[in-house]
């Protein structure tokens, strides 16, 4: 596993996504290597996006970013971002190839949000299972270490875009990888007195069941810049 | 409805348990005209408790407080706090009878945890239904505000016990409901910036869903006294 001490190191973010751009960003401009992982490189660099940048136009103004498949990502990457949508990330995990996944941490940042019926989405699996739980049975020799998935992606990676104190709270059954993932995430800027190390992964139930009041407060207040605290 | 702008009221709290008693003397000492629901009042003054005072000693030092069936306290009172485990609630509901509801606003702390498979508890329903809204589907004209069942007893009733600013939720059909409950929680202290009101009852479903994370945290920091905020 990869020493909490290493200060540079390969990454793989997987999702080519708001969420897997703003993270591969953020990694790259903190000096890492970073790989974009995706299903199908062509087709991501092929699309197009009504409302903003392409990706490929995005990834004009990202120097030394790579994108490759999910494995090929995967393969040369230490640590990999999960960083797909939550109903296809057990898909993209295989696709990724268990090979290129075992021993390696693998940060959950998503959540099984279910569109499926419409607005506003369940959760599926919940409450007595999670996504965190299926990928790490799904990848037993893999450290999943579920974190980041309780706010918007600008705020995971720029805490200090909300002032005052506010919490990440992270789970996973390896200790040696969860104290890996916080040493990334005080690279993100996130304060070591509020990552809530929430046990192990089924812990990640109770994280993503706040995805609902998540939705719910962020259409009360109008935006996505909040998040949760925990206050003693 | 009872206007918010109504001092003193005449209020029931249905159930005997931590979370009624807290309700239940802190409405006294406001001054309320205050009085705890039962399904059998004798059983309940029969009660022993090897822990701390067993009901008839804690009601022998709250003078005034009244002890009665589920039916006589909701048919007496303006507003109704249910207090019940979440598993028994729509049967005590049942028992306070339609008639001595209807009309009235009925606060619910109540949260659907089922401990039938041994800890941690699940929630049940969950997800696409929430206990809020099955009282509010069983009580059609009686207007039910979500409210207080994110946080320890203690917190609900003096929020001041946890220094820095967190939250209380609430959620319901009925605007003037909401106020009434509003007024009635910046009465126990919380201040009117962090009473968030998130819509409808359906929102029920978000505050209870945060139940999982609240027992993780209140285990891994081996305290009951703290308390969620959102930080913009």
Redesign the interface.
């Known amino acids: 596993m990869v020493s909490p001490q290493k200060t540079f190191m390969n990454i793989a973010v997987l999702g080519t996504g708001a969420v897997g751009k703003l993270i591969a960003a953020r990694l790259m401009s903190l000096g890492h290597d970073v790989t974009i992982g995706t299903r199908s490189p062509a087709a991501t660099l092929a699309r197009t996006d009504s409302r903003s940048l392409s990706f490929l136009q995005w990834l004009h103004v990202q120097p030394h970013l790579k994108l490759e498949s999910y494995a090929h990502a995967a393969a040369g990457a230490e640590i990999i971002f999960n960083c797909t949508a939550g109903q296809g990330s057990l898909e993209a995990l295989e696709l990724a190839g268990t090979d290129n996944l075992n021993g390696k941490i693998l940060i959950d940042l998503a959540n099984p949000l279910d569109f499926s019926n419409g607005m506003p989405p369940?959760?599926n699996p919940?409450?007595?299972d999670s996504l965190g739980e299926q990928i790490q049975r799904a990848f037993p020799e893999v450290h999943v270490v579920k974190a980041l998935n309780t706010m918007n992606a600008e705020i995971m990676v720029d805490p200090a875009k909300?002032s005052?104190?506010?919490a990440v709270?992270i789970a996973g059954n390896n200790e040696e990888a969860k104290e890996s993932v916080r040493y990334l995430l005080m690279g993100f800027g996130w304060k070591s007195d509020y990552i809530?190390?929430?046990?192990d992964i089924t812990?990640a139930?109770?994280?993503e069941?706040?995805l609902?009041?998540w939705?719910?407060?962020s259409?009360?207040?109008g935006?996505m810049?909040?998040?949760?605290?925990?206050?003693?």
């Open positions: 369940i959760l919940v409450n007595e909300i005052g104190d506010h709270f809530f190390d929430l046990g812990a139930r109770s994280t069941m706040l609902p009041l939705l719910r407060l259409g009360r207040l935006t810049r909040f998040n949760f605290s925990v206050v003693r």
